[in-house]
């Protein structure tokens, strides 16, 4: 019997909603300005860069109805978890496509 396959790319595609990719997209531009590069702790007060970061990570975990073990959000490092890399691609997927159509 034929089935019919869904990617999980595809599946994701279809919830990112206006929110969420504004929220992807201010935790590129903070990744590509933080001198820290993300590394410090989430704990760590004194690095602005790294909360505004983690804020915005939790609003996007919540706006994407991700559940506590589909953790991170996304993850743009290789050999990270699949299913992470796979959110990141989906999300930069649809970050891209939606800076094509504003132009
Ligand atoms: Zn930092």
């Given at each position: 019997m034929p089935t019919t396959r869904r990617t999980v790319k595809r599946y994701l595609r279809r919830r990112i909603s206006r929110h969420a990719l504004d929220l992807f997209d201010s935790m590129m531009k903070l990744e590509q300005s933080a001198s820290c590069e993300l590394a410090?702790?989430?704990?760590?007060?004194?690095?602005v860069a790294c909360k505004q970061y983690w804020d915005h990570h939790d609003k996007l975990h919540d706006e994407l109805r991700l559940?506590?073990?589909?953790?991170?959000?996304?993850?743009?490092?290789?050999?990270?978890?699949p299913d992470a890399m796979e959110r990141f691609k989906a999300l930069k997927a649809a970050s891209d496509a939606d800076k094509r159509a504003a132009k």
């Open positions: 410090c702790s989430t704990t760590n007060p004194d690095c559940t506590s073990w589909q953790w991170p959000a996304f993850s743009s490092f290789e050999n990270d978890k």
